[in-house]
Nanobody
Framework: QVDLVESGGGLVQAGGSLALSCVAS????????MGWFRQAPGKERELVAA???????YYAGSVKGRFTISRDNAKNTVFLQMNSLKPEDTAVYFC?????????????????WGQGTQVTVSL
């Protein structure tokens, strides 16, 4: 079992930035691939960014060049730096962990989920 706790969400104006953090409970955090997903009202949960055990990364096309995913294995933490935010980035953002090698592109590949943190981008 891996408990994940997100933080850093909030309200920001378009063009602004937010930094999300997700702390994992397990000291074996380094063995997990990690992902950030988001879910807007009435929409399916979608992958925003992922990072493998080895530090390889993936970004959805809608956030590429604006968001950066990173991890600090010593602190059991994965980060999502979000810049140039747009109103369409408004959603609940979830951190997820996958007990696998490589990148996880599908929500079904992830084993553990955080409770989510709200990000709201206003005009």
């Amino acid at each position: 079992q891996v408990d994940l706790v997100e933080s850093g969400g909030g309200l920001v104006q378009a063009g602004g930035s937010l930094a999300l953090s997700c702390v994992a409970s397990r000291r074996t955090f380094r063995n997990y691939g990690m992902g950030w997903f988001r879910q807007a009202p009435g929409k399916e949960r979608e992958l925003v960014a992922a990072i493998s055990r080895g530090g390889n990364t993936y970004y959805a096309g809608s956030v590429k060049g604006r968001f950066t995913i990173s991890r600090d294995n010593a602190k059991n933490t994965v980060f999502l730096q979000m810049n140039s935010l747009k109103p369409e980035d408004t959603a609940v953002y979830f951190c997820a962990a996958a007990d696998r090698n490589g990148l996880g592109y599908n929500r079904l590949e992830y084993d553990f989920w955080g409770q989510g943190t709200q990000v709201t981008v206003s005009l």
